[in-house]
């Protein structure tokens, strides 16, 4: 039987040479999956985030003139087209004349007027569809094209679905004035559509952050977040949303013009009779005097928490997150100062568009500085 021959091999002896150096992959293992258009999505995401702050200041304008329920009927659909003609017009101002705000507050209008009011209400809610139909399109675009990111189609199928809740939550709003006695919109209804736009404003902007860095970035900046100052700034948006919930029951009842002495009301520290209404509860929400008592408690207390919070937060050893949260309390400030000017003013239009304004400008900045405490920019050794 014929051996078999070996013959031994060295230990440097290379085993093959067609062998390729096998590489890590670029930004490491987390960033393996499915990266997509993270700039696109961002885009859009950021045309829509803009056109969310725009439709909560034309929603300030319809509660400031008063043209909320100018329009009383939802129709989603066909709603979209105004009246094209004078039997339409005609038509829209005889279902106006059949609620109470009419019958009560504007006996006597005429069409012209009615105009007036119908347009920023028709605006109010076109531009609603318009920003359903830009998420829809943006969506749908990037799905069809397989370019979403892996993980991220539950967030954006998340912020569609929150639209649509905002839109049933607007007529709940709406069709709580058009009948009874009352001559505006419900304002706790107010308040819950005043907060959902800010939570979709919210949760537009975060993901805006998350996109303008990769899945590893994100990663690798998390390991030197600062947990104490994520917490506080976690509470401090928190308390600015309450606050803006306040004051969207302000508005809701035109409580801003009711007493605009300062720092009294009335005179005094406490409004006279804030209890007055029955039931108990009631007074909360409908009493003009306890309400912009408790919109200005949470302001000046909302003030001294963000004046804790910056303390710590300018002691961050990143230059961007001490100045992220420096923006924070000087947008704070002007707030305040702000909705002082608006209160002894009377809250005239302007003013309170203005302030309504600002309350989008510090919870953005409130939600930047609490991002950039989870995740903090790289910077060198030096800038520690």
Same mark, same amino acid.
């Given at each position: 039987?014929?051996?078999?021959?070996?013959?031994?091999?060295?230990?440097?002896?290379?085993? &093959?040479?067609?062998?390729?150096?096998?590489?890590?992959?670029?930004?490491?293992?987390?960033?393996?999956?499915?990266?997509?258009?993270?700039?696109?999505?961002?885009?859009?995401?950021?045309?829509?985030?803009?056109?969310? /702050?725009?439709?909560?200041?034309?929603?300030?304008?319809?509660?400031?003139?008063?043209?909320?329920?100018?329009?009383?009927?939802?129709?989603?659909?066909?709603?979209?087209?105004?009246?094209?003609?004078?039997?339409?017009?005609? &038509?829209?101002?005889?279902?106006?004349?059949?609620?109470?705000?009419?019958?009560?507050?504007?006996?006597?209008?005429?069409?012209?007027?009615?105009?007036?009011?119908?347009?920023?209400?028709?605006?109010?809610?076109?531009?609603?569809?318009?920003?359903?139909?830009?998420?829809?399109?943006? *969506?749908?675009?990037?799905?069809?094209?397989?370019?979403?990111?892996?993980?991220?189609?539950?967030?954006?199928?998340?912020?569609?679905?929150?639209?649509?809740?905002?839109?049933?939550?607007?007529?709940?709003?709406?069709?709580?004035?058009?009948?009874?006695?009352?001559?505006?919109?419900? &304002?706790?209804?107010?308040?819950?559509?005043?907060?959902?736009?800010?939570?979709?404003?919210?949760?537009?902007?975060?993901?805006? %952050?998350?996109?303008?860095?990769?899945?590893?970035?994100?990663?690798?900046?998390?390991?030197?977040?600062?947990?104490?100052?994520?917490?506080?700034?976690?509470? /401090?948006?928190?308390?600015?949303?309450?606050?803006?919930?306040?004051?969207?029951?302000?508005?809701?009842?035109?409580?801003?013009?009711?007493?605009?002495?300062?720092?009294?009301?009335?005179?005094? *520290?406490?409004?006279?009779?804030?209890?007055?209404?029955?039931?108990?509860?009631?007074?909360?929400?409908?009493?003009?005097?306890?309400?912009? *008592?408790? @919109?200005?408690?949470?302001?000046?207390?909302?003030?001294?928490?963000?004046?804790?919070?910056?303390?710590?937060?300018?002691?961050?050893?990143?230059?961007?997150?001490?100045?992220?949260?420096?923006?924070?309390?000087?947008?704070?400030?002007?707030?305040?100062?702000?909705?002082?000017?608006?209160?002894?003013?009377?809250?005239? /239009? @302007?003013?309170?568009?203005? @302030?309504?304004?600002?309350?989008?400008?510090? %919870?953005?900045?409130?939600?930047?500085?609490?991002?950039?405490?989870?995740?903090?920019?790289?910077?060198?050794?030096?800038?520690?």
């Amino acid at each position: 039987m014929a051996q078999k021959t070996t013959s031994k091999r060295s230990i440097f002896e290379e085993v &093959s040479t067609d062998t390729k150096p096998v590489t890590a992959p670029k930004g490491g293992l987390i960033d393996t999956g499915k990266s997509g258009a993270r700039k696109g999505i961002r885009v859009w995401l950021l045309i829509l985030f803009a056109m969310v /702050m725009l439709m909560i200041a034309v929603g300030g304008m319809t509660r400031l003139t008063d043209s909320g329920l100018s329009i009383t009927e939802w129709k989603p659909v066909t709603g979209a087209m105004p009246p094209m003609n004078a039997d339409a017009w005609a &038509s829209e101002f005889d279902k106006y004349k059949e609620i109470p705000e009419y019958q009560l507050q504007n006996a006597g209008m005429s069409l012209s007027e009615f105009k007036a009011i119908y347009w920023w209400e028709w605006g109010h809610r076109q531009l609603g569809r318009t920003i359903g139909l830009v998420w829809f399109l943006g *969506f749908a675009g990037f799905a069809v094209a397989r370019k979403i990111p892996t993980g991220w189609t539950k967030k954006l199928l998340f912020i569609g679905a929150l639209g649509g809740i905002q839109g049933a939550i607007g007529w709940w709003m709406v069709s709580s004035g058009l009948t009874g006695d009352r001559l505006d919109v419900a &304002s706790y209804r107010l308040a819950t559509h005043l907060g959902i736009a800010f939570v979709i404003l919210g949760f537009i902007a975060w993901y805006v %952050f998350q996109l303008s860095r990769s899945e590893g970035a994100l990663m690798q900046a998390r390991r030197m977040r600062d947990a104490k100052l994520f917490g506080l700034s976690t509470g /401090m948006l928190h308390f600015a949303f309450l606050q803006i919930l306040l004051g969207a029951l302000v508005a809701g009842i035109d409580a801003g013009r009711g007493f605009t002495d300062w720092p009294l009301m009335g005179g005094q *520290f406490l409004p006279p009779d804030p209890l007055s209404l029955t039931p108990l509860w009631r007074n909360f929400f409908e009493d003009a005097g306890l309400v912009q *008592f408790m @919109h200005r408690m949470a302001g000046y207390l909302l003030f001294v928490f963000g004046l804790v919070v910056w303390t710590r937060g300018r002691k961050s050893a990143n230059r961007s997150t001490q100045a992220a949260f420096n923006m924070m309390a000087a947008i704070l400030f002007l707030q305040v100062a702000l909705g002082i000017v608006t209160v002894i003013n009377g809250a005239p /239009m @302007h003013l309170g568009l203005a @302030h309504q304004i600002g309350a989008v400008a510090l %919870f953005v900045s409130i939600l930047r500085a609490r991002f950039l405490s989870q995740y903090p920019k790289p910077q060198s050794v030096r800038g520690s």
